[in-house]
């Protein structure tokens, strides 16, 4: 009896089933779970020959706790504090539920086995289309998205680290990316707008090579010559540089999220190329329209505003050297991809265009229903009516 006993159990140390451990051991995770009950558990089962028994009531128990752990869909609160708790709790459980797993499955033999994982796993991964769901139909904040990212990486390491498959999760994450995306793109757009807003439209002058810089930030090299002399008056107006300071604040915040994806090099650069083209393609380019069409804009303003698109279209290279040094890739050397969304400049221009023939059009018609022709007068003038000097000065 005892040397079947030996046989059966000599896979479990006695100091678990005793529930001791090593008082060399520093504290960890699983020193606050209690394996002791299984343990003892199974080695009754293993002395009276029905280990399998218990081995097939364990998997069921198990499977029943699986539904509801990962059943459990994470909420999104008011607050980003209440949002993190949701989820922190969410997948803080999963991984306790595979760490309790592995643990088992290293301390036993065959009570857990790599397939019985693989398949709770499986059921996990079943749930993600709902999880993936719930995570692109909610509109939230950069910040709470970026937090997400952040515990989700964690994730994905953690359960790694335990030799589960987490291609699934880094995919879910390269969709979460888009709707990060999505949503500093819409915070940009307000950014733009009260650029706009606060700008005179007026040429702008810069007294010292310092103001240059800070003013100008990666478009300061392009501006800065050996020859450059100072008060520096430029012909555009604080928009550009301002402009430039939110784009390299927004390839920040893209590649802030990029990065830890389990992807290489010029795939994170790839995913800030195509992250800034669809800044530039969609929001600044509508805002950039819109603007134009601003039935209170003057041409003045409708000028200096196809004045600044041009130059922020003749620094445009400088966006590129920036996303590369960001990234460490470079179109040259890579396969990366170009920023094609700064052609959209040209589009912008050529609005800009047509809209300086509206307002002078409607000037000149202005001028023109101000004509008085005397048609009785027998005298000849020899100089232009008032109207057609005011136009002529105007032009």
């Known amino acids: 009896m005892w040397q079947s006993h030996q046989t059966m159990c000599s896979d479990i140390p006695i100091d678990h089933i005793l529930g001791r451990r090593p008082k060399s051991i520093e504290d960890g995770p699983l020193d606050f779970l209690n394996f002791a009950p299984i343990y003892r558990c199974l080695h009754i089962y293993s002395i009276i020959g029905e280990r399998e028994d218990f081995a097939k009531e364990y998997h069921a ?10 059943k459990f869909v994470p909420k999104f609160g008011d607050t980003a504090l209440q949002s993190d708790s949701y989820n922190t709790e969410y997948f803080c459980k999963v991984v306790g539920f595979f760490v309790i797993e592995n643990t088992l499955l290293h301390t036993t033999q065959g009570l857990v086995t790599h397939t019985s994982i693989d398949e709770l796993w499986n059921l996990f991964l079943s749930c993600l289309g709902n999880l993936d769901q719930l995570l692109l139909n909610k509109d939230d904040q950069p910040q709470q998205l970026l937090d997400l990212k952040l515990l989700l990486v964690l994730f994905c390491q953690t359960l790694g680290g335990y030799e589960l498959n987490v291609t699934k999760l880094y995919k879910l994450l390269i969709n979460l990316y888009q709707k990060y995306c999505d949503s500093l793109q819409s915070l940009w757009k307000s950014k733009f707008l009260e650029v706009f807003a606060r700008d005179n439209y007026s040429p702008l002058s810069v007294d010292s090579d310092v103001q240059l810089e800070q003013l100008m930030g990666c478009a300061y090299p392009a501006l800065r010559s050996s020859d450059t002399k100072f008060p520096l008056h430029l012909p555009f107006s604080k928009l550009v ?15 802030q999220f990029a990065t830890h994806l389990d992807l290489s090099q010029t795939e994170v650069d790839d995913l800030v190329r195509k992250s ?3 800044l530039l393609t969609k929001t600044l380019n509508d805002c950039l329209i819109d603007l134009i069409k601003e039935k209170n804009l003057v041409l003045s303003q409708i000028v200096q505003v196809s004045i600044n698109t041009s130059y922020l279209q003749r620094y445009s290279s400088c966006v590129e050297t920036f996303v590369s040094s960001q990234t460490g890739c470079t179109v040259s050397s890579t396969q990366a991809k170009d920023l094609y969304g700064l052609k959209m400049f040209d589009n912008v221009k050529e609005e800009a265009k047509r809209q300086i023939h509206v307002k002078l059009t409607e000037k000149i018609d202005e001028f023109f229903e101000l004509s008085r022709y005397n048609w009785s007068t027998s005298e000849v003038r020899e100089y232009p009516s008032d109207y057609m000097t005011d136009m002529l000065t105007y032009l």
């Open 241 to 255: 540089p301002e402009i430039y300071t939110l784009m390299e604040e927004y390839i920040g915040a893209s590649l």
């Open 61 to 70: 128990d198990r499977k029943k706790q699986a539904d509801l752990t990962f």
């Open 276 to 278: 800034t083209n669809e």
